[in-house]
């Protein structure tokens, strides 16, 4: 069987997409498509219902209010809580979900309305995800449609769609290895900024592939757990360099004209100290050109790397002639932006989040979302280690799907093709994203 979207004439599906009506209409489909909906279910329950499987709970499981998706009709549940770790997973594999959910704030009340629980406080949790990094491979991969009009195209959606100016689109997203590897890069950088800047010990901090295409970053502290959202927005200002002023740090002294980050300092001066020595490092000439300075300024900085490298590491100062004060502090927000974390600000201060539940799975991908370790974190590969489903072989209908990776091996690209056998990650990887029908399974 088709994917819906082939089923239906241009003209129908522009009807639907105005009235909002096209995504009710792939899901009833997809629920009278038995196979997939059935492989899905069978394969999520049969991952929960393993007796070797261990669903690691919440500090406090009882204080915390857990939530799920149903697969069938996506149908969200909440308010739930467990007192234990077994009558947590005995309802994982007693319910066919596509997603489970705990709250990273706790209750007195977690299966209150949300007036009646009485918070009590929550961890400081944080989410990067290659959605909110600008990588070149998300226009090979990434895809938008618009839900007015239907017109099309590559890579992020825009603020408006140039053919109707309408704001609303239906978006396709893949993970590759580059975008994984900048979500794992922000990452690094998050997790530096509160060991070193914010004082966390490295036991207070874990990491998590979240199943798709980004990381989370646990956090539990007392002196952190009663922060408000303001004190929290206050924390992801700092870490993605909100409001940063040049003049505020005093980087550009006036009455030696240099820029003065120190060689021994914390905080935001050692890190542009960082930034302006990789800028003077790696950059090429073409990179430099981003800065968007004059050709003569650009030169100076290419042909004095070396002394200015000398004079930053030796004596935490570099001298602007050459370049100039005004050009020195464009520089400097250059490198505040590189060196800055791309996280999700939202999640972080959102004192009654729900964030995903380690060692469940991923209903957009059907991989585990899974710990990372601190310590050699530069060598994790979440496409290897997340992966559930390692037997089985099944046959599937794909639709169009660009080039991904399972463990070691590379699938597709596919288009409009018909009856391939995959491995049962693969397989449920491209149904999962909507992008397959379950044709034969022998899993």
């Known amino acids: 069987m088709k994917h819906v979207r082939l089923l239906i ?3 129908l599906k522009t009807f639907l997409n105005k009235y909002g009506l096209l995504t009710h209409i792939e ?39 857990f939530g799920f998706i149903i697969l069938e009709g996506r149908a969200m549940i909440r308010h739930k809580s467990f007192r234990e770790s077994e009558a947590l997973k005995s309802f994982l594999a007693s319910t066919a979900l596509s997603d489970a959910y705990y709250s990273a704030a706790y209750y007195e009340q977690p299966e209150a309305d949300m007036d009646k629980k009485n918070w009590l406080g929550a961890d400081l949790v944080f989410d990067i995800d290659a959605d909110h990094i600008p990588t070149p491979c998300g226009k090979v991969h990434d895809s ?94 700092y870490i993605i360099g909100l409001g940063f002023k040049t003049e505020l740090h005093k980087l550009i ?35 430099l050109e981003t800065l968007n300075l004059a050709k003569r300024r650009l030169n100076f900085l290419v042909e004095n790397k070396k002394t200015l490298q000398e004079n930053l590491k030796n004596n935490g100062w570099i001298d602007v002639k050459g370049v100039g004060p005004k050009n020195w502090a464009k520089i400097i927000q250059w490198v505040v932006g590189q060196q800055s974390a791309k996280i999700d600000t939202v999640v972080t201060t959102d004192i009654h989040r729900l964030i995903r539940l380690p060692g469940s799975l991923h209903g957009k991908t059907g991989f585990m979302k899974v710990e990372a370790p601190l310590s050699g974190f530069e060598e994790f590969d979440p496409l290897r280690e997340a992966v559930a489903f390692k037997e089985g072989q099944v046959v599937v209908d794909v639709v169009e799907a660009p ?17 391939v056998e995959l491995p049962t990650a693969a397989a449920l990887f491209l149904v999962c994203k909507g992008a397959a029908e379950v044709v034969n399974s022998n899993v």
């Open 27 to 65: 899901q009833l489909v997809r629920i009278v498509h038995p196979p997939s909906l059935k492989f899905t279910c069978n394969k999520f329950l049969q991952y929960y219902a393993d007796e070797n499987l261990t669903i690691e709970p919440p500090t406090k499981m009882q204080k915390r209010e």
């Open 144 to 237: 938008w449609t618009c839900n007015s009009c239907s017109f099309s195209g590559k890579g992020p959606s825009p603020d408006s769609c140039p053919n109707c100016g309408r704001a609303k689109f239906d978006t396709k997203t893949w993970m590759c290895d580059d975008c994984l590897e900048s979500a794992k890069e922000e990452t690094t950088k998050l997790v530096n900024m509160l060991i070193d800047d914010f004082g966390f010990a490295n036991n207070e901090i874990r990491i998590y592939f979240s199943g798709n295409r980004g990381y989370h970053v646990h956090t539990e502290n007392e002196n952190i757990r009663l922060l408000d959202s303001m004190a929290r927005k206050e924390i992801v200002d």
């Open 9 to 11: 004439t241009k003209s």
């Open 403 to 419: 080039e991904f990776r399972i463990g070691e091996t590379p699938y597709g690209p596919f288009k409009n093709v018909s009856h």
């Open 253 to 287: 002294d006036k009455d030696t004209g240099r820029v003065v980050v120190g060689t021994d300092l914390i905080g935001w001066k050692n890190r542009i100290a960082d930034g302006i020595n990789r800028l003077l490092t790696t950059s090429t000439q073409r990179k």
